[in-house]
């Protein structure tokens, strides 16, 4: 239960930063999507139950912002999880650079069924995708950059509250 509430609000911090960025770059018309963060940790570190819960509570933050129907992300988020959870013993989930493709893996699905989820809503759905692959790249290379930030943000906030043993390198 700790362990979900601490990944929970790991998860509010990087969503407000994430919407503090995305504001910043307003006058650009580019969006930046991070939901394959917020399922990457809980997925492969935390078991079954307590990592969808946290990944579905991630989820419901980011539909309290967003202009969709409410739980669309979080639906999405859990069944991300679920993917990456059951995939977490063949996936390379130790290593920082294991994660970081594990999180651009997820986030390009997350951004892809969100976004045909989303299309049929637009006036004009072909003259959106030039702007939706866009914010897809931009997206990836912003989550590349911070990604080994948020897991090692994420491990230490689990490790300050004593949810997760301490490792020494």
């Known amino acids: 239960m700790l362990r979900t509430f601490v990944v929970t609000l790991t998860t509010i911090v990087l969503w407000a930063l994430v919407a503090q960025v995305n504001h910043a770059l307003a006058t650009t018309h580019v969006y930046l999507f ?3 963060l917020c399922v990457t940790v809980a997925a492969l570190t935390l078991p079954l139950r307590p990592g969808l819960a946290a990944s579905f509570l991630g989820g419901l933050i980011f539909d309290a912002a967003a202009p969709v129907a409410f739980g669309t992300h979080a639906v999405l988020f859990a069944t991300a999880h679920a993917v990456v959870f059951h995939l977490r013993d063949r996936l390379p989930r130790d290593e920082t ?9 997820a986030n390009l699905g997350l951004f892809l069924a969100f976004s045909f989820v989303q299309i049929p809503r637009s006036p004009a759905p072909a003259a959106i995708w030039p702007r939706l692959i866009a914010d897809l790249v931009c997206s990836q290379i912003f989550l590349t950059l911070i990604a080994p930030w948020f897991f090692a ?8 509250v004593r949810a997760e043993p301490v490792r020494l390198l």
């Open 34 to 36: 991070v939901g394959g």
């Open 97 to 105: 650079a294991g994660r970081v493709v594990i999180a651009l893996l």
């Open 153 to 160: 943000f994420q491990q230490r906030a689990l490790v300050l």
